[in-house]
Every structure is written in C-alpha cells, then in structure tokens.
C-alpha cells in the first residue's frame, strides 16, 4: 500500500531578551551553573512573577511576519507536569488564548511554492537542564535556564515530506532572525524542534496514529530522524500491525530513534489559568505601531534583488539569507560596483574567507566601500583578476583600502599599448618559427606569446590588451 506522511512541526524559539521572562535573572549563555536565578525563576514560596515587555513585543513581531492575527486578549496558564527540571512542578505557558493564531508561511521545496498553516504562536517558559555524569548514575540539575523566554510556534499538518519539513525550518528559522528576535542557533538550544508524524494510505482523509520526535538539534538531523520514522511506521503498517503513539527520541549517532514514553495529551498536563498573571491585553495601536517597524523579511528580499539587481535565484537566495549580509550587499552596490560582480566576489571570496577565520560579515575587515573600490580598479584595467585576488588578501589582513594596497605592493596593472607592442615585437624577433606557426593557424601559441609578456611584466600586463595586441601585429 501506498502511504502518505502526516507532518506537524513544535518549534521553541528563544529569545533575545536580555533578561527572563517574569524576573529580571540574564538570559545569556554558557554561564557556570545555577549563576543566573533568583526566587522567582526557582518558584520560591511567595514570589510572584512579572511579565518582560520585551517578550509580548517580540512575539508580537513574529506573529505579524507569519501572517498571524494578533489576538487583544490572551491568558496565562500553568502547565503542570513533574520532572527534576521543573522547579514548580508546573511551567507558566499560554493554553487555551494564546497570542497568535492561524497564520502561514510559504515555502520553497524543489521549485514549488507551498502554504503551511500556523496553528499558533504562544509565550512560555523554559525549564531548566539536566546534566548526566558520564562516569557514574548521578544527574545535576543547572537551572539557568529556567524563566528564559520562549515562543512556541506550532504548524498545521501540512506538511508531507521530511524535505518540506527542512525547508519550514530554514524559512521560519530566516524569519526570525531577519526580525532580530531569534539567534536561531540549534547547536545551543535556542532553536528546537519537535516533530509529530504519522502515515495514511494516500486518500484517506483521516490522519494516522503519530509519534512525537524529539532531540534534533540540526535542520540535517530532523530530516534523517522523519526519514527513519516513516520507514519503521511503514514497516509497522505493512506487516498488519499498529503505530503506537508515544514520545520518541532520535539518536542521531545509531541513525535511529527509541521510545521514550507515552504521548500525553493536553488533559495529561492539567492545564490552570495561573492566579498570578492577570490576562494579556494587547491594543490596536501597539500592534501597528510593531508592524510599521517590520524590516523587508527574507522573500520579499531576495525578490527584489532578482529584479533589482539581475541576480538569479541561486545568487539572491545566498546574499539574502541574512539582514547584516544583505545590507553589506546593497551597500557595495550603492558605492559603484556592478551587482553580478559584487555578487560574485561576496559569494566566493569574501564568504570564502569570513568562513576561514571563523568571523561574521560584520567582523570583515574589507568594507563594502573597499570592495567596491577593488572591483573598480579591475574594471578600469589598473589591475587584474589575479592581482586582485593578492589586493583582496591583503586587505582582509590588514584592512587598507584596495588602492593603497596596489599602491604599496606595485602591482598596477601594465596597460601602455606602446610599452606592449615594444616587448611583443621583442618576442616576436626572438621566436620566428612561432610566429609563422601563428599565422599558419596555430592559435593555441596565443598563451605562449601573452607568457612570455607577463614574464617580462613580472605578471602586470593586461592579457586581455595582450591578445589584442598579438591579433592586431600578426595580422588578425
């Protein structure tokens, strides 16, 4: 039998708030243990929490990027459930009135666009993090991290593949980096995903019994992790048995996952509307004055640079997939260069090189002025394609500007007509049988007369004037 997979994505975005987000304990990461808490955070008898603006606000802002309407009212809840993370035994999340509701996000996936619903974005706390000792059965509990705020942005069902899943991720994951609210970094924990999939036979319109996945912490992994489990439900479904629901996690060194529990439902947590925290309300003029504030978000972007600038699909895509890589872009462009060539040199040797050092488009030690001035002294002639690969080197080393650097190192490009036609008539006498072979149709020895000019220029000679050169004084 034929089967279709039933994909919803749970994606908990952290973000980037300075402080929690009921006290005022730092969110910031890598601290030593248990630094970063306070009474509240800890769930000390006779504290009361007090909500982050900054929290509302933002996710105020990703609620309007995903098309969502913003609702005037929503309502606190406890969720209550017990693990050692935990300290209150409950977790202060939105249930029934959450913030944001039913938005969407168009997606790309092998050259088809497709709308996936969002059922909802709410507001919640982080729990804390368990630390197991490798060396004996004992696990510490860090509760830094408890009170860091969280968005949870829960899609529809919509999605059927384990591509599309990927493509959700790096698109939503753009988006909210683009609105400055979200670093989007998985490897530590500020992007998570889980995933609930389940198979049908293709045309049934009743959804399949789903697994909830867990523990994937890269776009890579989630994809294998959905591969994995759409075989082993497949494998269930075709030998006649039933797909159990349940709480799995993914192993990504076996390339395997393993039960972890039984799913819960929403009953299982016991869901309050917390006595502590009085109702949201967010009015008309705060949501409009957040949505005049939006900056251009990723697709329009990179729609405009295809007609803007002439960039493919490809090209776009890579300069927009960052605001601060983006502006570096348009800057460049609005200092003179050429937009195919200020792509071209961004994509290859500049990211080339950030990648190397291990630095971001805003630590580049070449500017967007700088590298405009590179490309210029290559269009003008003054220079060549691979002395400026030697300028460009240098100017990330040390910072100077494209001329000073040809201006130090001496590396203007040799460009007198009269100066090249003297040392091409040089070589000529000195190489007759080439000549003739030359002239008999021989035209490969045009790259052994424009070596043996860049020879005698110590490499400064423009080649191209060269080939002209050598067509024009043997009679081409």
Not at 102 to 110: A, F, N, P, T
Not at 209 to 220: P, V
Not at 410 to 430: H, M
Not at 465 to 473: A, D, R, S
Request: negative net charge.
């Amino acid at each position: 039998m034929e089967y279709e997979a039933v994909i919803g994505l749970e994606v908990h975005a952290q973000l980037l708030t300075e402080s929690k987000i009921f006290c005022g304990c730092s969110t910031k990461f890598g601290a030593p243990p248990n630094t970063h808490v306070c009474p509240v955070c800890l769930g000390m008898p006779g504290v009361l929490p007090v909500l982050n603006q900054k929290v509302v606000e933002f996710t105020i802002r990703a609620g309007l990027a995903t098309n969502c309407a913003i609702q005037p009212k929503s309502v606190w809840a406890r969720k209550n459930y017990f693990y050692p993370d935990l300290s209150k035994n409950y977790q202060i999340s939105q249930y029934e009135l959450p913030i944001c509701l039913d938005g969407w996000l168009d997606i790309e996936v092998e050259g088809e666009n497709r709308r996936i619903g969002i059922t909802r974005i709410h507001m919640e706390e982080d729990a804390g993090k368990l630390v197991h000792d490798p060396s004996q059965p004992v696990s510490y509990v860090d509760y830094n991290r408890t009170g860091v705020p969280l968005m949870e942005i829960v899609s529809e069902p919509d999605l059927r593949s384990p591509e599309e899943a990927g493509a959700y991720l790096r698109t939503l994951r753009d988006v909210l980096i683009y609105l400055e609210i979200c670093d989007g970094n998985m490897e530590e924990g500020s992007f998570r995903c889980d995933a609930n999939i389940s198979l049908r036979p293709v045309g049934q319109a009743e959804f399949g019994i789903r697994a909830e996945l867990k523990n994937m912490n890269s776009f890579r992994g989630v994809t294998k992790a959905l591969e994995y489990e759409i075989r082993r439900q497949r494998a269930i479904l075709d030998e006649g048995g039933k797909v159990v629901q349940e709480t799995r996690l993914w192993d990504a060194d076996q390339g395997k996952s393993f039960g972890m529990r039984g799913k819960e439902e929403a009953h299982d947590y016991r869901y309050l509307p917390d006595p502590d925290l009085p109702p949201l309300v967010v009015d008309e003029a705060w949501v409009e004055r957040v949505r005049s504030e939006l900056p251009e978000l990723p697709g329009a972007k990179r729609a405009r640079f295809m007609e803007a600038y002439g960039l493919n699909d490809y090209d776009a895509g890579v300069l927009t997939a960052g605001r601060p890589l983006a502006d570096y872009y348009e800057a460049v462009v609005a200092a003179g260069a050429p937009p195919k060539a200020a792509a071209n040199w961004m994509m290859t040797d500049l990211l080339g090189a950030l990648k190397a050092e291990g630095r971001e488009i805003g630590q580049a030690a070449v500017k967007p002025q700088g590298l405009a001035e590179l490309i210029a002294l290559i269009d003008s002639g003054a220079i060549s394609n691979k002395m400026a690969k030697e300028v460009f080197a240098e100017m990330m080393a040390t910072g100077k500007g494209a001329a000073k650097v040809v201006e130090e190192k001496g590396l203007t490009q040799v460009s007198d007509e009269g100066e090249l036609e003297g040392l091409l008539k040089e070589i000529f006498a000195a190489n007759p049988e080439e000549v003739e072979a030359f002239k008999g149709g021989k035209k490969k020895l045009m790259g052994f007369f424009v070596g043996q000019v860049m020879q005698k220029t110590k490499g400064q000679a423009n080649p191209k004037l060269v080939n002209q050169l050598v067509n024009k004084l043997l009679g081409e």
